[in-house]
């Protein structure tokens, strides 16, 4: 018990000790951040004020020649013993005025520098020649010199030696106008370490005593309103783990707050368990039978359907090539193609209303009742028409079929078609692109009784495809709800007219892929094309 005590305490605590941390750290860094800002600024405009008073002490005119003759006369003098007293009166670091290499703007030629005796920095003499500015800097120097601006950032410094520096710096101008020279000031920050370091010491002394406090107060709470209840719930939680027998303890846990509600919950669960295991035998046991007989029934249906292809390597005057792809483990969709006759090939394409194994069933009943009223001289609207009566007699659950037949004579080339509510075919001329047939389409199949369909004819010739498809083409839809659509089924088999009727269609599902992405197929994808390639000679 004490080491789980410890354990779920640990965790909590820990958590609040580094959200008071975080907290702690947060605050700090806001309040050390505002705090240096406001005294960096205080000292940088400092430094400007002695820069601008320093400014007035010089006479840049005469700048030239003290660099070219480097002598000291009496006026250099005066004005650099004022500089001198300038820095010990305000406490300044240093004050030098410098002409700035052009063609290097770090190095200076210095003319003034002044420097506190007691900041350990060595006085440059007149003319003296150094790197006296950081590589970080160069462009405010650039400015400086060449626009006579006030630096845009604080050029601030630090060293283990001096400590923390900021320094102003400005244009020095001659009588003309013109920029002669830059005079820098560079001022200690004594005040900003202290106050850095005191403003640290107190934020971080206080966080850590109401941490300290809080915790003390927050362990006894979870101790007694959050740690005993839960450890009962646990250990009535492993009890029924070995024993898988539900028990009334937990009732005995009266509060209204989540615990409590846990522990009723946690009560509860224990009986829905037990009933549960004892029904999950036999649940599982017929969903495996189901499974099964779904995978059984799925080869069953792709058995019915014509796989094998080529399908007639033996007849040169056309390539057929068909496929589906179901939404689920059984479809309702399904094609057909079969010689009627040695010159008459007959293609079916069709769609059993609702998904699954009652759509495959119908499917069956559908393809077989076509085929076998499909003979050799008769009318493709008697069959409709015939098939439609049969269906709709035993029709209880109100399916229905959409569905399209074509008998092509392979002599003449004269494709014969009827459709029962289905998609209109896409017709390819020799050389040519994919075009919507436009045809008139019948009432579904098993839909009414007494209906009377009728077929029409086109003229197919060497060379010319014929593409039929179902609604799941055109209604594949992608992530943002788009339907795929005649425009872009038209479009993938315009770029992809000139290619076997196997290419076609699998370029044809590559492009549906792309446009639905990782969206669910929602209904079965069935494809067909028919090629007349050359007509059968008349003697056989």
């Known amino acids: 018990m004490k080491k789980r005590i410890t354990g779920i305490t640990g965790k909590l605590t ?180 202290n106050a850095r370091n005191t403003y640290v010491r107190h934020v971080v002394t206080g966080v850590l005593i109401a941490v300290v406090l ?96 080529p399908a007639f390597p033996d007849r040169p005057e056309f390539d057929i090539y068909a496929t589906m792809n179901p939404a689920k483990e059984v479809g309702g969709d399904f094609y057909d193609f079969f010689m009627v006759d040695e010159r008459h090939l007959a293609v079916v394409m069709a769609d059993v209303s609702g998904k699954g194994v009652p759509a495959a069933l119908f499917m069956v009943i559908g393809k077989t009742l076509i085929k076998d009223h499909t003979q050799p001289g008769r009318d493709l609207g008697e069959v409709f028409t015939e098939v439609n009566e049969i269906l709709c007699e035993s029709n209880n659950e109100g399916m229905f079929i959409t569905a399209f037949e074509g008998v092509l004579d392979l002599v003449s080339g004269e494709f014969t078609f009827v459709n029962a509510g289905h998609e209109i075919p896409f017709i390819c001329r020799k050389d040519g692109v994919f075009e919507a047939y436009k045809i008139r389409a019948g009432f579904v199949l098993a839909g009414m009784e007494g209906m009377s369909y009728r077929c029409g004819t086109m003229q197919l010739a060497p060379g010319d495809k014929l593409f039929q498809y179902t609604d799941g083409v055109t209604e594949a839809m992608n992530g943002d709800n788009e339907l795929y659509g005649m425009e872009r089924l038209q479009a993938v088999l315009g770029k992809n007219a000139a290619r076997h009727p196997t290419r076609l269609l699998a370029k044809v599902k590559e492009d549906i892929d792309s446009f639905a992405g990782d969206a669910p197929q929602f209904d079965d994808i069935t494809m067909l094309c028919l090629e007349y390639l050359e007509p059968m000679k008349k003697s056989v």
Do not use: C, W
């Not at 492993?238 to 846990?253: C, E, G, Q």
């Open 14 to 193: 820990f958590g609040v000790i580094i959200f008071g941390i975080l907290l702690g750290a947060i605050i700090s860094v806001i309040g050390y951040q505002e705090f240096t800002d406001v005294l960096e600024q205080q000292y940088n405009d400092s430094a400007y004020e002695i820069a601008e008073t320093a400014a007035n002490y010089l006479n840049p005119d005469r700048f030239g020649e003290y660099l070219s003759t480097g002598q000291r006369d009496e006026e250099y003098t005066r004005i650099e013993k004022q500089l001198d007293d300038l820095v010990d009166a305000t406490g300044t670091t240093l004050i030098y005025v410098a002409k700035v290499d052009e063609s290097d703007y770090r190095t200076l030629t210095y003319i003034y520098d002044s420097v506190n005796s007691q900041s350990g920095f060595e006085r440059y003499p007149l003319g003296y020649t150094a790197i006296g500015v950081d590589e970080k800097y160069v462009n405010n120097v650039r400015n400086i010199i060449t626009r006579g601006e006030r630096a845009t950032e604080y050029l601030y410094s630090y060293s283990e030696e001096s400590g923390a520096h900021t320094t102003a710096g400005i244009a020095v101008y001659d009588s003309s106008g013109e920029i002669v020279a830059v005079l820098g000031v560079e001022k200690a920050m004594i005040r900003l370490e």
């Open 214 to 309: 809080f915790l003390l107060a927050y362990s006894a709470f979870l101790y007694r309103e959050m740690l005993l209840p839960i450890l009962e719930v646990t250990d009535e939680a492993k009890r029924f783990a070995d024993s898988n027998t539900p028990s009334d303890t937990l009732l005995r846990i009266r509060k209204n707050d989540e615990i409590g509600i846990l522990a009723r919950a946690v009560n509860k669960m224990e009986t829905d368990i037990v009933e549960y295991v004892e029904n999950l035998t036999a649940v599982t046991a017929e969903k495996e039978r189901i499974g099964a007989e779904l995978s059984i029934a799925t080869q069953i249906q792709a058995d019915m359907l014509p796989s094998i292809f």
